[in-house]
């Protein structure tokens, strides 16, 4: 049985393509080099080859707040197509299973916490990534109507805020913990003895490390069949604050953090409620501190030609 892993180049693909070779699953993966999801007949014709009995569709355009304020039609437009194309094809050429991967900001701005799975579409959305999360919800609505009208038992689920190997570094584009992970090696190497960081550094966040959240999708693929969506959390968050403070330590940097309170905090707190996943027998193995440290070491590894 061929399980194909799309977006298998990217933080989330990446380690679920590598846990699936450690349990020696049957597994390609494959990223936007090898076939092209934005292109429908493309994606058809790839399908119709490989002839996957499962497929995890990691594939998607993904940013920060900055990136996902300055370029809503391509975020709406682009994870549109990705994942419609790429469904569609799944249910042309029969695949058993397929395992949505959606992400948290699809929950109301103002949502009660730990937000449960029902609490979609019960209020507003975060202004500065609502048409990431619209996408998002499309992509979870697909999956369920394809079970409805023609019972195939496929599954979404909803990672929190992910960190690890493999991430999106760029400063232009990426999310909130490599963007201080970058920003205080490079303070450290270069010597700067202020680092300046979007915010007032009060709204609380959740993350996960994708080791535990690969672990996780192979324990959905293999006993989880329900219509709702699954999210998949760490159980706990911490301020963006408390975040800096530790990655700040973690790289040695002993200089000044300013905070400027001109930029968007976004959503105050996100916290997913996991009482699902974790009866189903899993829960997280990684620890935010040694997780930290393992990511600050791989990024070095991966970039030092930039810090020296």
Not at 79 to 92: K, V, W
Not at 137 to 163: C, D, F, H, Q
Not at 198 to 213: A, I, K, M, N, Y
Request: proline residues 4%; contains cysteine.
């Amino acid at each position: 049985m061929t399980i194909l892993v799309a977006g298998a180049t990217g933080l989330a693909g990446s380690a679920i393509h590598r846990e699936l070779v450690r349990l020696d699953r049957k597994v390609l993966g494959v990223s936007s080099k090898d076939v092209d999801l934005l292109n429908r007949e493309e994606t058809f014709n790839f399908i119709r080859s490989v002839q996957p009995r499962v497929v995890i569709d990691a594939a998607a355009k993904v940013g920060g707040i900055k990136a996902n304020s300055n370029f809503p039609a391509e975020f709406l437009s682009q994870n549109l197509q990705i994942q419609t194309n790429l469904i569609d094809a799944c249910y042309e050429f029969d695949v058993d299973r397929v395992i949505f991967l959606g992400s948290s900001c699809i929950y109301p701005k103002k949502c009660p916490q730990p937000i449960k799975e029902e609490y979609i579409l019960s209020g507003p959305l975060e202004e500065t990534n609502s048409a990431y999360a619209l996408a998002k919800i499309a992509g979870i609505e697909l999956i369920k109507s394809y079970r409805k009208e023609y019972g195939r038992n496929w599954i979404s689920v909803m990672p929190t805020n992910l960190y690890g190997p493999n991430d999106n570094f760029d400063l232009e584009n990426s999310h909130v913990f490599p963007a201080l992970i970058r920003k205080f090696v490079e303070a450290v190497e270069f010597g700067s003895e202020k680092v300046t960081l979007w915010g007032s550094g009060l709204p609380r966040r959740e993350f996960l490390h994708v080791e535990d959240l690969a672990r996780a999708i192979i324990v959905c693929l293999d006993n989880y069949d329900g219509d709702e969506h699954i999210n998949i959390g760490s159980g706990c968050d911490l301020s963006i604050k408390e975040l800096a403070t530790k990655i700040s330590l973690a790289a040695g940097f002993t200089g000044e953090i300013e905070w400027d309170r001109t930029k968007s905090d976004g959503t105050f707190q996100k916290l997913l409620n996991i009482d699902k996943i974790l009866a189903l027998g899993w829960s997280p193995n990684i620890e935010i501190d040694s997780g930290i440290k393992c990511t600050i070491d791989w990024f070095k590894s991966k970039y030092s030609d930039r810090l020296s």
